[in-house]
């Protein structure tokens, strides 16, 4: 029956369209208290990644400059400065601010996790879907070459493609963009072979729809949320392997803020200058903390088995419960009064000591 608030039809739109797609996930979201810890930790590294690089690209590092001091800008009359009020966080060997460093350091650590993520997430999905939908020679043939690709460690084979075609930004989340293919291609067709004999593919099959749209269309869509878990939990991963590469010097190359090239040159001057290498040892860690805490509350969102929702009794009473209770028969092969019967007739006792 329709109010004077609009019909049910709707009622029953405006109630899908705020519940569903996004709103729905960021609604439960909430309930995780560790995912919005996370959740803080991604928006505040965005937020200076989104700073350097307008500073850097439109500004020339002018405002960063000028509200502290140039991460590029050498004096080696401040060489190894403790943390102070000029220097929060001190200074390297070359007399550069490590905070501002840290700060640029947060859009080469962020440029590199989501290229190479993307270029992993498309490059897993298209592999997956296309083996799990056409099976027979195509699966065997893609999933081989992707086992051969998993089989080789990540770090190895990304350390073997920057020595070939030379160390730099771009060949890092290149190279690590290759390395993370397969473990999105084998979650892709995981979901892809669960969903392609469903009853709407059937339809769309019956329908004459290309094999492309099929795909593309119904099949992708439905099976994506597992695979954008795995991007989520696998940038930590990622950030860290650049990291690595960068210490040992096979990626991004001075005068570039990085902080695998920051702990690299502070791990000779431990004793001496601690902070060299510390800060930006805890700025990998919240990073990576950060996106594995906000991917467990995403695969908890998204797993029908787990929920982070609260649990409400506001419909639910003891008196209600009592009620029930006492309207339930109790069974004819108990003899009242006997060890076997409750004294509110419900049945006998489970497990109860004569």
């Known amino acids: 029956m329709s109010t004077g608030k609009g019909t049910p039809t709707a009622d029953v739109d405006a109630e899908f369209d705020e519940d569903g797609g996004l709103v729905r996930t960021l609604k439960k979201l909430r309930h995780s208290p560790t995912s919005l810890v996370g959740l803080f930790i991604i928006a505040a590294l965005v937020i ?11 500004f020339d590092r002018a405002i960063i400059t000028w509200l502290h001091a140039d991460p590029h800008a050498m004096d080696q009359s401040m060489r190894y400065e403790e943390p102070s009020r000029e220097h929060p966080m001190g ?6 601010d490590v905070f501002t460093r840290l700060i640029y350091g947060s859009r080469t650590a962020l440029t ?7 270029i992993s997430f498309v490059g897993g999905v298209i592999i997956g879907s296309v083996s799990a939908f056409f099976g027979g020679y195509v699966d065997d043939l893609l999933m081989r070459s992707v086992e051969i690709l998993y089989a080789i460690p990540g770090l190895v084979l990304a350390i073997i493609f920057m020595a070939i075609f030379g160390p730099s930004i771009y060949n890092l989340f290149i190279a690590y963009g290759i390395v993370g293919i397969p473990a999105y291609a084998r979650v892709m067709r995981s979901e892809a072979l669960s969903l392609r004999d469903r009853e709407y ?34 940038m930590g991963g990622v950030i860290i392997g650049a990291a690595a ?3 040992l010097g096979f990626g991004v190359q001075p005068p570039t803020p990085d902080w695998g090239r920051m702990l690299s040159d502070g791990r000779t001057a431990m004793v001496v200058a601690w902070w060299v290498a510390v800060f930006p040892g805890i700025m990998i860690f919240l990073t990576v903390m950060g996106f594995n805490m906000l991917g467990d509350g995403l695969r908890d969102i998204m797993d029908p088995k787990m929920t982070v929702e609260p649990t409400t009794y506001d419909d639910w009473t003891l008196d209600e419960w009592q009620t029930e209770q006492q309207t339930e028969q109790p069974d004819d092969d108990i003899v009242p009064g006997s060890t076997g019967a409750r004294t509110d007739g419900a049945g006998e006792l489970r497990g109860g000591r004569s």
Request: glycine share 8%; net charge positive.
């Open 48 to 58: 200076m990644a989104i700073f350097s690089a307008i500073d850097n690209f439109i």
């Open 112 to 118: 590199i996790g989501i290229l190479a993520v993307g």
């Open 91 to 96: 200074t390297d060997r070359y007399g550069r």
């Open 245 to 247: 590469l960068s210490f």
């Open 201 to 234: 593919v059937e339809a769309a099959k019956l329908a004459g729809l290309p094999r492309r749209t099929i795909l593309f269309r119904e099949i992708v869509p439905n099976g994506i949320a597992p695979v954008i878990v795995q991007a989520t939990l696998s």
